[in-house]
């Protein structure tokens, strides 16, 4: 990934008018949200214009949104100022940022497949380190039958997720469901239309 060309074409795509994944919660994310304990420390990986860590802080959550990009994070700040919660706001890259270890509740990892096998194994590391012991982890992403799709997410196949990759990254957490399906979504004119899905459910 070379990081500058990846942060201009952030920069650019969350740049347009409005909010290009929508202002609503992921569904597998809402989907979960039983699971999200008030006053629990949560971190939104690449949350972008904050859809996930905004719906997160509704819940009670003391929420980090973290992303590269300054104009998204702009917006963040907008959505979660007009639906009255509080969202703490870091500039970072998710595969360099320093995953304090043993920090939050909750990590949150909505469709950032930009990232390579090498840069994605330092995420997962760093999602690792950084859950508490008995933390949850709540992973979605596309498998590679998305390939066929093109209703969004990469283009590389080397970039998306199988069971197995995920089971050999997160095998050793306490409880881990992991579940495949295609479903139509409806995220802004970023995602829309049928998907091929994986959810992760984890605990450290």
């Known amino acids: 990934?070379?990081?500058?060309?990846?942060?201009?074409?952030?920069?650019?795509?969350?740049?347009?008018?409005?909010?290009?994944?929508?202002?609503?919660?992921?569904?597998?994310?809402?989907?979960?949200?039983?699971?999200?304990?008030?006053?629990?420390?949560?971190?939104?990986?690449?949350?972008?214009?904050?859809?996930?860590?905004?719906?997160?802080a509704e819940q009670?959550?003391?929420?980090?949104?973290?992303?590269?990009?300054p104009v998204a994070q702009e917006k963040a700040r907008k959505l979660a100022a007009a639906r009255g919660v509080a969202l703490r706001v870091e500039q970072g890259d998710v595969v360099n940022w320093d995953y304090p270890a043993d920090t939050y509740?909750?990590?949150?990892?909505?469709?950032?497949?930009?990232?390579?096998?090498?840069?994605?194994?330092?995420?997962?590391?760093?999602?690792?380190?950084?859950?508490?012991?008995?933390?949850?982890?709540?992973?979605?992403?596309?498998?590679?039958?998305?390939?066929?799709?093109?209703?969004?997410?990469?283009?590389?196949?080397e970039n998306l997720y199988s069971r197995e990759l995920l089971e050999d990254a997160f095998g050793d957490f306490a409880t881990l469901e992991i579940a495949e399906y295609d479903s139509i979504i409806h995220e802004g004119a970023g995602h829309g239309g049928m998907s091929a899905l994986i959810d992760l459910v984890g605990r450290k």
């Open 1 to 56: 990934m070379n990081s500058n060309l990846e942060f201009e074409r952030w920069q650019q795509r969350f740049g347009e008018p409005g909010y290009l994944f929508g202002t609503e919660p992921n569904a597998f994310l809402k989907s979960q949200s039983a699971l999200l304990r008030k006053g629990g420390r949560a971190l939104a990986l690449a949350d972008g214009e904050g859809r996930n860590g905004v719906f997160m």
């Open 60 to 69: 009670g959550l003391d929420v980090l949104s973290l992303d590269f990009s």
């Open 105 to 157: 509740d909750v990590v949150v990892g909505i469709f950032f497949q930009f990232a390579a096998p090498p840069e994605r194994t330092k995420i997962f590391a760093g999602i690792k380190r950084t859950l508490k012991p008995g933390g949850l982890l709540l992973l979605e992403g596309y498998r590679p039958k998305q390939l066929e799709y093109k209703t969004g997410g990469p283009s590389k196949i």
